[in-house]
């Protein structure tokens, strides 16, 4: 595995070696001691706690999740498909505040994404449909669920999509970040 880093520092693609032939291919997806070393955590490597599953269909649009309490580490992935994962930092005193990283992760590229807590993280469906997995720090707490919206101008996410999103009513209610209850 490899580190790539990204405009924010505190996200961090992992790229995997693979190792392919004719019958195949094997990689290994986490190792927490690789993942520790890559993510600068090193003694204090996040404890997963849930994994999540979801499929969608192309232009599913799904974010910008967040969870205000309880809040959550995510190292995310595609198995099938492709798809353009975002996440935005919402940790008021951070000095990349408002601003987001997006990257195609897809099952041709395996790459993985993490984002860590007090981020705000979506993705929405490039190819005919995909399935994504999500590794998390901290169960699901609806109570604490918070959800910006996808199109906010103050952050400007450049989507790479041409046709209306499809999404979830409370996707389509999100707050702007001006709005938005963040971290501190």
């Known amino acids: 595995m490899k580190a790539v880093p990204t405009s924010i520092p505190d996200v961090v693609i992992i790229e995997p070696k693979v190792f392919g032939d004719e019958r195949g291919f094997f990689y ?3 190792n927490e001691r690789r993942f520790a070393e890559l993510t600068g955590q090193v003694g204090a490597a996040p404890r997963f706690v849930q994994d999540n599953h979801s499929k969608s269909a192309k232009n599913v649009l799904r974010g910008l999740h967040y969870q205000i309490r309880q809040a959550q580490g995510k190292l995310v992935r595609v198995t099938a498909g492709e798809v ?3 996440a935005v ?3 008021r005193s951070s000095p990349t505040f408002g601003r987001w990283v997006g990257v195609v992760l897809s099952a041709a590229n395996k790459r993985q994404l993490w984002i860590p807590a007090g981020f705000a993280h979506g993705f ?4 005919d449909g995909a ?5 998390t720090t901290d169960y699901w707490a609806p109570e604490h669920e918070r959800c910006i919206i996808w199109n906010d101008p103050a952050i400007g996410i450049e989507w790479p999509i041409d046709a209306a999103p499809v999404m979830s009513d409370k996707d389509r209610l999100g707050k702007l970040l001006t709005e938005a209850e963040v971290f501190p």
Request: cysteine-free.
């Open 28 to 30: 290994e997806s986490y």
């Open 84 to 86: 353009f994962d975002v």
């Open 89 to 91: 930092d919402i940790r």
């Open 124 to 127: 929405v469906v490039t190819s």
């Open 131 to 135: 399935e994504f997995l999500y590794k």
